[in-house]
């Protein structure tokens, strides 16, 4: 979780975070899917471990409906674009970094939310994406 909070921390202080270009835009579309996430789980709802709360509840409307980590899809996309249009080989590393750290704790929240919602989530899982519909 610390690696995660680096790398955040190497975007918004040593790499140029806005995008330029066409990037701009991809850089807004992944702005706009994290904040649909939030608006769809809720403020208080999320974490930055990868765990289960007691009242969680399995959501599966808004972005949730076709890929289930829209929040990770969102922040990739935005700081992704943001690498690309003001490369260099630091921001990339950053940047591939967030995709391992993202790829472990995702494992692990499947992990949980299988063993607290069961048949529901597996259901869930198996018609949804992990981040980027048709594709993974």
């Known amino acids: 979780m610390a690696l995660q909070f680096l790398c955040f921390g190497y975007f918004v202080f ?8 066409v990037y701009i835009l991809l850089q807004f579309f992944g702005f706009l899917i994290c904040l649909w996430s939030i608006a769809v789980m809720g403020i208080g709802n999320f974490n930055a471990q990868p765990e ?7 959501i599966k409307v808004g972005p949730y409906t076709k890929i289930r980590n829209p929040m ?4 990739l ?3 992704g674009a943001g690498v690309i249009s003001n490369f260099n ?8 970094c967030l995709v391992v750290i993202f790829a472990l704790k995702i494992r692990d929240e499947e992990k949980y939310l ?3 919602f069961g048949s529901r989530y597996t259901d869930y899982f198996n018609s949804t994406y992990r981040m980027i519909p048709y594709v993974f």
């Open 14 to 21: 040593f790499q140029e975070l806005l995008a330029t270009g």
């Open 52 to 58: 289960v709360r007691m009242n969680a509840r399995l």
């Open 72 to 75: 990770y899809a969102g922040l």
């Open 77 to 79: 996309l935005f700081f």
């Open 89 to 96: 080989w630091q921001g990339l590393i950053a940047w591939m």
């Open 114 to 116: 299988a063993e607290r």
